[in-house]
């Protein structure tokens, strides 16, 4: 059993910051890529940022320079530190992460959390 478990999110004024944790637990062999993507109501899941498992990131363009993705690997977490956040930044948080659990053989499997929500207003 492996799983994605969030926690940070919350209401915040705009300019503000926030972090956002997400902790795989279980089974774990390895973990590949983690990342963060976020769902705003009527609208689509978006990439938020990546990060590798040789620290690579990638950023949507909408957060680069205001948001920082890192990964603690001896801790099996990944963090979003959130600054300067915008309205438009309000939105559903999920955690991603490529895993390969003891169990699977070598398989890598795609893991989501449970999401964690951000509002930004004043």
Do not use: H
């Not at 300019?15 to 795989?24: F, K, N, T, Y």
């Not at 109501?41 to 949507?60: C, F, H, M, Q, W």
């Not at 992460?97 to 699977?104: E, G, N, R, T």
């Amino acid at each position: 059993q492996v799983q994605l478990v969030e926690s940070g999110g919350g209401l915040v004024q705009p300019g503000g910051s926030l972090r956002l944790s997400c902790a795989a637990t279980g089974n774990i062999f390895s973990i590949n890529a983690m990342g963060w993507y976020r769902q705003a109501p009527g609208k689509e899941r978006e990439l938020v940022a990546l990060i590798t498992s040789g620290d690579s990131t990638n950023y949507a363009d909408s957060v680069k320079g205001r948001f920082t993705i890192s990964r603690d690997n001896a801790k099996n977490t990944v963090y979003l530190q959130m600054n300067s956040l915008k309205p438009e930044d309000t939105a559903d948080y999920y955690c991603n992460a490529v895993i390969v659990p003891y169990f699977s053989g070598g398989r890598s499997i795609d893991y989501w959390g449970q999401g964690t929500q951000v509002t930004v207003s004043s």
